[in-house]
Protein backbone atom coordinates (compact mmCIF):
# COMPACT_ATOMS: atom_id res chain seq x y z
CA UNK A 1 0.00 0.00 0.00
CA UNK A 2 1.07 3.81 -0.83
CA UNK A 3 0.69 6.35 1.41
CA UNK A 4 1.29 9.73 0.15
CA UNK A 5 1.46 12.07 2.51
CA UNK A 6 0.45 16.01 2.28
CA UNK A 7 2.02 18.94 4.02
CA UNK A 8 -0.40 22.21 3.83
CA UNK A 9 0.55 24.44 6.62
CA UNK A 10 2.62 27.42 5.74
CA UNK A 11 5.87 27.25 7.72
CA UNK A 12 7.15 30.79 9.30
CA UNK A 13 10.48 31.71 7.47
CA UNK A 14 13.34 31.26 10.06
CA UNK A 15 14.85 35.23 10.43
CA UNK A 16 18.31 34.48 9.59
CA UNK A 17 17.19 33.00 5.81
CA UNK A 18 17.61 35.45 2.98
CA UNK A 19 15.05 33.33 1.22
CA UNK A 20 14.17 29.79 0.08
CA UNK A 21 16.09 27.33 -2.09
CA UNK A 22 14.53 24.14 -1.74
CA UNK A 23 11.00 23.66 -0.20
CA UNK A 24 10.19 20.50 2.08
CA UNK A 25 8.29 19.67 -1.08
CA UNK A 26 11.15 20.16 -3.45
CA UNK A 27 13.64 17.67 -1.13
CA UNK A 28 10.32 15.01 -0.68
CA UNK A 29 9.78 14.74 -4.21
CA UNK A 30 13.63 14.66 -5.22
CA UNK A 31 14.34 12.52 -2.31
CA UNK A 32 11.63 9.97 -3.93
CA UNK A 33 13.35 10.02 -6.70
CA UNK A 34 17.04 9.35 -5.67
CA UNK A 35 15.25 6.21 -3.60
CA UNK A 36 13.70 4.38 -6.57
CA UNK A 37 16.91 5.21 -8.67
CA UNK A 38 18.77 3.68 -5.84
CA UNK A 39 16.05 0.48 -5.07
CA UNK A 40 16.57 0.13 -8.87
CA UNK A 41 20.54 -0.04 -8.87
CA UNK A 42 20.66 -2.24 -6.01
CA UNK A 43 18.10 -4.69 -6.13
CA UNK A 44 19.19 -8.49 -4.94
CA UNK A 45 21.95 -7.13 -3.96
CA UNK A 46 23.02 -6.91 0.09
CA UNK A 47 23.29 -2.89 0.39
CA UNK A 48 23.80 -0.57 3.42
CA UNK A 49 23.53 2.97 2.74
CA UNK A 50 26.36 4.59 5.56
CA UNK A 51 25.22 8.36 6.86
CA UNK A 52 27.84 10.67 7.76
CA UNK A 53 26.93 12.51 11.28
CA UNK A 54 25.80 14.95 11.62
CA UNK A 55 24.02 16.58 8.87
CA UNK A 56 22.71 13.44 6.59
CA UNK A 57 20.92 11.89 9.64
CA UNK A 58 17.62 13.46 8.42
CA UNK A 59 18.48 12.78 4.34
CA UNK A 60 19.16 9.40 4.83
CA UNK A 61 15.94 8.63 6.82
CA UNK A 62 13.85 9.48 4.28
CA UNK A 63 15.79 8.33 1.76
CA UNK A 64 15.92 4.70 3.44
CA UNK A 65 12.24 4.76 4.06
CA UNK A 66 11.48 5.76 0.58
CA UNK A 67 13.33 2.89 -0.57
CA UNK A 68 11.33 -0.12 -2.23
CA UNK A 69 14.48 -2.66 -1.39
CA UNK A 70 15.85 -4.03 1.64
CA UNK A 71 18.40 -1.65 3.04
CA UNK A 72 20.25 -1.45 6.16
CA UNK A 73 21.94 1.31 7.31
CA UNK A 74 24.54 2.63 9.84
CA UNK A 75 26.70 5.43 10.78
CA UNK A 76 29.77 7.13 10.86
CA UNK A 77 31.05 9.99 12.96
CA UNK A 78 33.90 12.15 11.58
CA UNK A 79 35.78 14.90 12.93
CA UNK A 80 37.10 17.31 10.32
CA UNK A 81 35.64 20.78 10.92
CA UNK A 82 37.15 22.93 14.13
CA UNK A 83 35.31 25.05 16.31
CA UNK A 84 35.19 28.35 14.13
CA UNK A 85 33.10 25.78 11.15
CA UNK A 86 36.65 26.20 9.27
CA UNK A 87 37.56 22.52 7.68
CA UNK A 88 41.00 21.35 10.10
CA UNK A 89 42.24 19.16 6.89
CA UNK A 90 42.36 16.74 9.16
CA UNK A 91 39.63 13.55 8.91
CA UNK A 92 39.30 11.34 12.28
CA UNK A 93 36.49 8.51 12.41
CA UNK A 94 34.65 9.28 16.24
CA UNK A 95 32.24 7.05 15.77
CA UNK A 96 32.98 3.85 13.62
CA UNK A 97 30.01 1.49 12.39
CA UNK A 98 28.29 -1.08 14.29
CA UNK A 99 28.02 -3.65 11.78
CA UNK A 100 30.64 -5.25 9.66
CA UNK A 101 30.26 -4.46 5.56
CA UNK A 102 33.14 -6.66 4.25
CA UNK A 103 31.27 -7.84 1.03
CA UNK A 104 28.49 -5.48 1.21
CA UNK A 105 27.84 -3.05 -1.13
CA UNK A 106 28.19 0.73 0.54
CA UNK A 107 26.26 3.95 -0.39
CA UNK A 108 27.78 6.40 1.86
CA UNK A 109 25.41 9.23 2.19
CA UNK A 110 26.03 13.22 2.50
CA UNK A 111 24.44 15.77 3.07
CA UNK A 112 26.73 18.22 0.78
CA UNK A 113 29.46 17.70 -1.47
CA UNK A 114 31.51 20.79 -1.49
CA UNK A 115 35.57 20.95 -1.39
CA UNK A 116 36.11 19.85 2.29
CA UNK A 117 33.09 17.06 2.48
CA UNK A 118 34.18 15.50 -1.33
CA UNK A 119 37.97 15.12 0.19
CA UNK A 120 36.04 13.69 3.00
CA UNK A 121 33.74 11.27 1.19
CA UNK A 122 36.92 10.61 -0.95
CA UNK A 123 38.85 9.38 2.38
CA UNK A 124 35.72 7.39 3.88
CA UNK A 125 35.66 5.48 0.24
CA UNK A 126 39.19 4.17 0.45
CA UNK A 127 38.41 2.93 4.10
CA UNK A 128 35.15 1.03 3.28
CA UNK A 129 37.66 -0.15 0.21
CA UNK A 130 40.44 -1.19 2.69
CA UNK A 131 37.06 -3.08 4.52
CA UNK A 132 37.01 -4.94 1.12
CA UNK A 133 33.47 -3.95 0.24
CA UNK A 134 32.03 -5.41 -2.75
CA UNK A 135 31.46 -2.04 -4.22
CA UNK A 136 31.47 1.95 -2.80
CA UNK A 137 29.41 4.57 -4.04
CA UNK A 138 28.96 8.50 -2.86
CA UNK A 139 25.32 9.94 -2.60
CA UNK A 140 24.48 13.34 -1.69
CA UNK A 141 21.93 15.81 -1.11
CA UNK A 142 23.52 18.66 -2.34
CA UNK A 143 26.48 19.04 -4.99
CA UNK A 144 28.86 21.88 -5.43
CA UNK A 145 30.61 21.49 -8.68
CA UNK A 146 31.84 24.70 -8.88
CA UNK A 147 33.36 25.22 -5.48
CA UNK A 148 34.67 21.62 -6.30
CA UNK A 149 36.18 22.70 -9.41
CA UNK A 150 38.19 25.89 -8.43
CA UNK A 151 39.27 23.85 -5.55
CA UNK A 152 40.70 21.20 -7.76
CA UNK A 153 38.58 18.38 -6.23
CA UNK A 154 38.00 15.66 -8.47
CA UNK A 155 35.43 13.36 -6.58
CA UNK A 156 32.03 13.55 -8.10
CA UNK A 157 28.76 12.15 -6.34
CA UNK A 158 27.39 8.82 -8.04
CA UNK A 159 23.90 10.11 -6.73
CA UNK A 160 22.66 13.61 -6.16
CA UNK A 161 19.69 15.42 -5.35
CA UNK A 162 20.68 18.84 -6.16
CA UNK A 163 23.37 21.15 -7.48
CA UNK A 164 23.57 24.25 -5.80
CA UNK A 165 26.55 26.94 -5.55
CA UNK A 166 24.83 29.61 -3.19
CA UNK A 167 27.31 30.71 -0.28
CA UNK A 168 25.91 29.08 2.44
CA UNK A 169 22.51 27.13 2.56
CA UNK A 170 21.05 25.42 5.73
CA UNK A 171 18.29 23.25 6.75
CA UNK A 172 17.23 19.82 6.44
CA UNK A 173 20.17 18.34 8.13
CA UNK A 174 22.76 21.32 7.15
CA UNK A 175 23.62 23.61 10.05
CA UNK A 176 25.84 26.55 10.60
CA UNK A 177 27.75 26.56 13.98
CA UNK A 178 25.16 23.21 15.12
CA UNK A 179 22.01 25.72 14.18
CA UNK A 180 19.32 25.42 11.82
CA UNK A 181 19.46 21.20 10.76
CA UNK A 182 15.69 20.89 11.81
CA UNK A 183 14.69 23.66 9.30
CA UNK A 184 12.15 21.69 6.88
CA UNK A 185 13.51 23.48 3.92
CA UNK A 186 16.75 24.51 2.94
CA UNK A 187 17.41 28.13 2.15
CA UNK A 188 20.12 30.52 2.18
CA UNK A 189 21.42 32.16 5.23
CA UNK A 190 21.89 35.71 5.33
CA UNK A 191 25.70 36.70 4.92
CA UNK A 192 25.58 38.92 7.95
CA UNK A 193 25.05 35.93 9.80
CA UNK A 194 28.22 33.70 8.85
CA UNK A 195 30.15 36.94 8.64
CA UNK A 196 29.64 37.16 4.86
CA UNK A 197 28.01 40.86 4.41
Not at 37 to 56: E, H, N, P, W
Request: charged residues 25%; hydrophobic residues 45%.
Amino acid sequence: MIVEYACTMSIKLHPDIASVRLTADDISSRVAELAQQLSRDYAGKDVVLIGVLTGSAIFIADLVRAMSIPVSFDFLAVGSYGPDAKISGVVKILKDLDSPVESRHVVLVEDVLNPAMARRAEYLAEVMRARRVASVRICTLLDKPDARAKAGVTVTPDYCGFTLDEAYVVGYGLDYLGNYRALPYIGILKPEVYGGG
